[in-house]
């Protein structure tokens, strides 16, 4: 793949470097959007850092068949958000700037170093978190990864935390240039996989899943894509930092757990650990709200978002069984817990 040269010249202005010594590239955008690489430069504070050029045509084909109009807006969208996230957001997290101890912080992502935007084209250049010590990408997580993913989480919901119900909103920030509604698969965006479900009771419990996700009294700040693919570690995986914010949005954190286990998960294991996984992500869940929310009570959040579990596994079966009928991840724990959803809203219903 070779970098325009407009792009590259943008790079090395932008870092006051003398030059790109090297250009590793690290994925081609989904659906022909662009592409992620790695620069690595010479005469600049920066030994390299990663860049993303979005550029946005509409795709001819998509790799499962979803190709749209709707599907197209979506990108589109997404990337906005994405741009507004690191220019706007991102700063307020772990920064990967300053002290040692600034580096490697509990919810840790990259800082923004330089963005434009016109109409067709977004420059993005980012810290490569493998300068901060984050230079582990997993394919499949081991215990240590998956506690560090989940303090990830805990830390970063924690620290944007709101109960809805309340007149003085402590979240930290205004999210009305985030999406409304965080994650990629919730079902205002993905009528094309609800038409094609052919799990009737689910789909008939498609809109009241969605709306008790809502709806719920606290809501804060997710991901909205927080599989393993889209976290890095340290060498011990025992600190995680996130990248990729193309969904982020407000919603309930439950949507970010189920998400990072469905990538992490062999679903063979114990329910036993899988509740200890639940029971650390709360742990570090309270250690943030107490930090950054004194206000609310993380007792209180916990017994709301609790019940809330099958109801966000629910939600991405809907999805996936719409999208991907033979995946992986619709097993036999992951129909159970749907089946336990349809079970709790029937009786909250009565």
């Keep these: 793949m070779t970098i325009d040269k407009a792009v590259i010249s943008k790079i090395t202005t932008a870092l006051k470097a003398q030059s790109i010594s090297e250009i590793e590239v690290i994925q081609s955008l989904w659906g022909g959007y662009g592409e992620l690489f790695r620069a690595k430069l010479t005469g600049s504070q920066y030994s390299s850092v990663i860049v993303k050029h979005i550029k946005l045509p509409q795709p001819e084909s998509h790799p499962k068949g979803w190709n749209s109009a709707l599907s197209h807006q979506r990108k589109l969208k997404s990337y906005q958000v994405e741009a507004n996230w690191y220019q706007h957001y991102a ?6 700037s300053g002290s040692d101890n600034d580096r490697q912080s509990e919810n840790s992502v990259p800082q923004c170093l330089y963005i434009q935007r016109s109409e067709l084209e977004t420059l993005l250049i980012l810290e490569d978190l493998h300068t901060l010590g984050f230079d582990q990408v997993l394919t499949h997580a081991d215990h240590t990864a998956i506690l560090a993913s989940l303090k990830w989480l805990g830390h970063f919901h924690g620290q944007f935390m709101a109960n809805q119900f309340t007149t003085s909103q402590p979240s930290t920030v205004n999210t009305t240039d985030l999406w409304p509604t965080g994650s990629y698969w919730h079902l205002d965006t993905r009528p094309d996989e609800l038409q094609a479900l052919s799990d009737q009771p689910l789909k008939m419990a498609a809109n009241t899943i969605d709306r008790t996700l809502k709806q ?5 700040i997710i991901h909205g894509d927080a599989k393993l693919a889209n976290f890095c570690f340290n060498t011990h995986h025992d600190k995680a930092a996130a990248v990729d914010f193309q969904y982020v949005g407000q919603g309930c954190g439950m949507k970010d757990v189920i998400l990072l286990l469905s990538s992490t998960l062999t679903f063979t294991e114990p329910h036993k650990l899988i509740e200890q996984y639940l029971d650390y992500y709360f742990s570090q869940l309270a250690s943030s709200i107490n930090l950054h929310q004194p206000d609310i009570n993380p007792k209180e959040v916990e017994q709301t978002w609790r019940p809330l579990y099958c109801i966000a596994w629910a ?24 089946a336990q959803a349809l079970s709790q809203l029937t009786t909250s219903s009565k």
């Excluded at 700063?91 to 990967?96: A, D, F, K, P, T």
């Excluded at 719920?216 to 804060?220: F, I």
């Excluded at 079966?317 to 036999?332: C, D, E, M, T, Y």
């Design 315 to 338: 939600d991405f079966q809907r999805f996936i069984k719409g999208w991907s009928p033979k995946h992986v991840k619709i097993n036999a724990y992951t129909e159970m817990l749907t």
């Design 216 to 220: 719920t009294p606290y809501q804060t």
């Design 91 to 96: 700063q307020l997290c772990g920064s990967g």
